[in-house]
């Protein structure tokens, strides 16, 4: 990534708005700006301060110190700052500094980052008022203006309260598996100094901005761009029109409109129309809002039920079904005959919500077109959690071949499945190749809030049956999820909801059927779970419901009833020995579950399995290289996953490390289009896995060549063993390559209900960094209590438009609202797999919801069938 020193082309030589004393120096701000985290960013190239949500002041990543007050800047008007004192991460005194990033890196207090320079900041304001005195049960309240999607924030405050207390951190990358390093980048990530696409600046560099549909299902008769294109600062604005290749992108179908052009039909309130280019990000916004559109509005299909009738208009258009998907399959006999004679039954309907991702960091593309005339070529600069999904839908909408796009990837700020999809990639990529210019495109958190895909909301129809000893017999599920407009990967999470119907349980007959549904609603397609968590929050109700008629505690029900090596589990796929895992966390949470019992607390149980990878019959690919650089005395280490906070970089650090024997501070790792190895995006908790087997690989072909330098060594990790769910082929197919497993208690009060803490026992396999590994599972922890109690995402019936609008209003528990959550790691190795290595990332929130609602109901007597459960908390 260019080096961030880089001012934009914009100049202005007018009188000034505002003067302040910046990082010790006075400075002059020239150009108008809406706040001042724009004028610091925009026009000073102060960087360390984020925007996560300007002007709305929620997620706290641009806080910066205005004299000696910890503010959050994008609340303050330049002519309210004028003539102040203003400290940015970059003015902090260099010992300051140093040790806010040895306690972040040492405690692995960071994720994706992207929030960390403000929290920092806020820890810095605190702790010059309150030295060592500062704990971190007192800095917690303080951090409610912060958000945090990834940490669950336990290891922030282990990070501030070391530096408040003055205790020595002397942080450092690991050099092999299972070490419990610091993470690739974790200093610079905790001072703002790695920047992320929108924080590149290059000579020349435009903005664009996008104009959105006002109507969910809507003919567009007319676009009038004339207005916007005479706007200060305004350089061109492109529609459909302008669009020379292929008007539809998408990752499994191409579906979705790079902007709908006149003569087409809007089918969700995401979609674009037109891209305007300005000199400023502020010119470029406001002139967008100038664009005049003609409707011919439709009333949209909002209602997944509604749309599967026969008689329902077609929801997207383009398409001739709103089915999007069935997912189906039948195992054993007489499913409806076992309910009927089952000793017991439960008969439920369970509704989960949709969620925003509310990753901190708005989608962000930066194009660099070159100027080689007829055969130029581009450099996009993406976010995305698949580079080269990017890279081809990018040529082809130009009419390009793919060796003219490069896409690099900025490692970014969070992502959890919602950037798998292109947002504005494609946009920024036109503008700069017709213009000839340089063009990034930032979205605004409400843009984000339309764009991007998100949770599925799925109705779970539940009829389940067991023995008088709690032994299951019969299952039969029909889900219903609502995708939205466009594919995404909506087909493959109701997939996912559909094979993953069962739990880690046996059943004697199975009967599952999950459909996806095209609606003109909000897209929905991959997010952290993958259709796993919202399957079992139903059937881990429903076997707790089986539990209390039985007579027998959730553990017991659970222990006879869960899967093992050899097993017949679900779809039919014979469970191998990493099946192990699930009675190996069910056995290691057994004595917090008998010594919470005995203290009297309500308590909730709760066990998930979530898939390792794609699988389904689906040839998984992953790339890696090896080069030794003679000329810096480096080894570059190239793979094929996205960096999203996840760890994914460390894995490959740590494994290249290990393998080849060398010290880890002279590895760098890069991803980026420049050669294949990258096969389809990184999702599916396959990031760990496929790395690490590639990366292990790539050594091994350096080593067997003498670690010859300047060559690429290169090797394929491969898993192509896996089988379609529902094949009627195959016996007893095997769906995924491996699972991970999850034991988690909650534990409440049984006065209030409230949940006092979560003890989550995870089997990953093998943890190549425990302390990453700890983070991973806090972080799902406090994504899962929000989705289990208070997160939603709705839209109105009426127009499919979101009513949610801001980072608050979406439910997020802040620092202060978080229980204590212990993490424990098992280990069963996974055969087939290097290092015997399973995965964390989406399991990790999967059995919270229930055992959460299972705790409530001990406490309350309420048995809970829909999330969020507390909304109005």
């Known amino acids: 990534m260019d080096p961030l020193d880089e001012t934009d082309a914009v100049s202005d030589t007018s009188a000034p708005t505002a003067s302040f ?16 985290l724009a004028a610091l960013r925009e026009e000073l190239d102060v960087t360390s301060p984020k925007d996560g949500c300007s002007p709305s002041g929620q ?24 003539g102040s004192e203003i400290i940015t991460l970059e003015g902090v005194d260099q010992n300051e500094r140093q040790a806010f990033a040895d306690a972040f890196a040492a ?35 303080h951090l409610g203006a912060h958000l945090c999607r990834c940490t669950g924030y336990v290891k922030i405050l282990d990070a501030i309260e070391a530096v408040a207390q003055g205790t020595t951190c002397a942080p450092a990358l690991s050099n092999q598996v299972g070490g419990s390093g610091a993470k690739y980048e974790a200093a610079e990530l905790t001072l703002g100094d790695r920047g992320y696409v929108d924080d590149i600046r290059v000579p020349g560099m435009l903005h664009a901005a996008l104009r959105l549909t006002d109507h969910a299902r809507a003919d567009i008769t007319s676009i009038d761009t004339t207005v916007a294109e005479q706007a200060d600062g305004v350089v061109a604005a492109f529609t459909a029109a302008d669009i020379a290749g292929a008007l539809r992108v998408g990752i499994i179908y191409k579906d979705w409109p790079v902007m709908i052009p006149v003569g087409g039909t809007t089918s969700c309130p995401g979609d674009v129309l037109t891209v305007v280019v300005a000199e400023t990000r502020e010119q470029a916004r406001a002139a967008a809002e100038l664009v005049e559109v003609g409707y011919a509005v439709h009333t949209p299909n909002t209602d997944p039920v509604a749309a599967l009738r026969p008689d329902s208009p077609l929801s997207v258009w383009g398409t001739d079904s709103n089915t999007l998907s069935v997912s189906a399959y039948q195992r054993g006999d007489d499913v409806d005959g076992l309910l009927d004679a089952a000793a017991f039954t439960v008969r439920e309907t369970f509704t989960t919500q949709r969620i925003e991702h509310a990753f901190l960091e708005p989608e962000s593309t930066l194009a660099v077109p070159s100027d080689d005339g007829a055969e130029r070529t581009m450099l996009v600069y993406s976010g995305g959690q698949g580079v080269w999904d990017d890279r081809d839908d990018i040529a082809a909408m130009l009419a390009i071949d793919t060796s003219r796009v490069t896409v690099e990837l900025v490692s970014n700020g969070g992502a959890f499945g919602g950037k798998e999809d292109m947002s504005n990639q494609a946009h920024a990529s036109l503008a700069a190749w017709l213009l000839g210019r340089p063009v990034k495109c930032t979205l605004s958190r409400e843009e984000s809030f339309r764009i991007h895909a998100k949770r599925h909301p799925i109705t779970l129809d539940y009829a389940a049956g067991c023995d008088s000893e709690g032994r299951l017999t019969a299952l039969k599920v029909r889900a219903i999820g609502d995708s939205g407009a466009y594919a995404s990967v909506g087909m493959k999470v109701l997939e996912r909801a559909a094979g993953h119907a069962c739990g880690p349980y046996r059943w004697d ?11 003109n609603n909000l897209v929905c397609g991959a997010f952290r779970g993958f259709g796993a968590n919202q399957a079992q929050f139903a059937m881990e109700g429903v076997l707790d419901r089986l539990a209390e008629q039985v007579g027998i505690s ?9 899967i093992r090596p050899g097993d017949e589990w679900g779809p039919g796929q014979i469970m191998d020995d990493g099946a192990g895992g699930a009675e190996a966390v069910l056995d290691e949470i057994k004595g917090a579950y008998d010594e919470a019992r005995a203290a009297g607390k309500a308590i909730g149980l709760g066990l998930g399995l979530k898939n390792s990878g794609l699988g389904n019959g689906f040839r998984e690919v992953c790339g890696a290289l090896i080069r030794f650089r003679s000329d810096t005395d480096r080894v570059e280490v190239r793979h094929g996953f996205t960096e999203m906070g996840q760890g994914v970089h460390t894995v490959a650090l740590q494994v290249a490390a290990q393998e080849l024997g060398i010290d880890p501070d002279r590895i760098d790792v890069i991803v980026d289009t420049t050669h294949e190895l990258g096969f389809g995006q990184t999702t599916g908790s396959r990031g760990t896995l496929m790395t690490a087997g590639s990366v292990q690989l790539a050594c091994r072909a350096a080593l067997a060549a003498d670690c010859a330098p300047d060559v690429d060594h290169t090797a394929e990790y491969i898993v192509d063993w896996t089988q379609k769910l529902g ?34 026992v995870h089997d990953v396999g093998k943890a190549v960094n425990p302390m990453l590994v700890e983070g991973q599972v806090e972080g799902s922890v406090h994504m899962g209590l929000g ?39 098992v280990e069963v190795p996974q055969p087939r797999s290097p290092y015997g290595i399973k995965g964390v990332g989406e399991i990790g929130l999967v059995p919270t919801a229930p055992a959460v609602a299972a705790a409530i109901r001990e406490a309350t007597g309420v048995w809970h069938t829909r999330l969020p459960m507390r909304r109005d908390t």
């Not at 706290?60 to 004028?82: F, N």
């Not at 959730?554 to 869960?562: F, Y």
């Open 21 to 36: 004393t910046l990082n010790g120096q006075p400075v002059v701000v020239r150009r108008p700006h809406p706040h001042l």
């Open 59 to 82: 997620c706290g990543c641009c806080t910066v110190l205005i004299d000696g007050k910890a503010v959050v800047s994008c609340q303050q008007p330049l002519e309210k700052i004028d």
């Open 107 to 141: 405690c692995g207090g960071l994720q994706c980052g992207f929030c960390i320079p403000g929290i920092v900041m806020r820890a810095k304001a605190q702790i010059d008022k309150k030295g060592a005195s500062l704990t971190r049960q007192g800095m917690a309240p």
């Open 509 to 519: 007959a199975i009967d599952i059927e999950a459909t996806a549904v095209r609606t």
């Open 554 to 562: 959730g553990w017991e029900i659970r222990k006879r009833n869960v």
């Open 727 to 760: 094949d009627p082929d195959v016996t007893n197919p095997t769906i995924h390559s491996c699972f991970s497993y999850a034991a988690q208690l909650a534990i409440a009060d049984r006065e209030t209900g409230a949940i006092e803490k979560v003890i989550a």
């Open 787 to 825: 989705y289990a109690l208070t997160e939603d995402f709705p839209t109105d019936p009426e127009t499919g438009f979101p009513t949610n609008m801001t980072l608050r209003s979406l439910g997020i528990l802040r620092a202060k609202d978080v229980p204590e959550i212990e993490v424990r790691i």
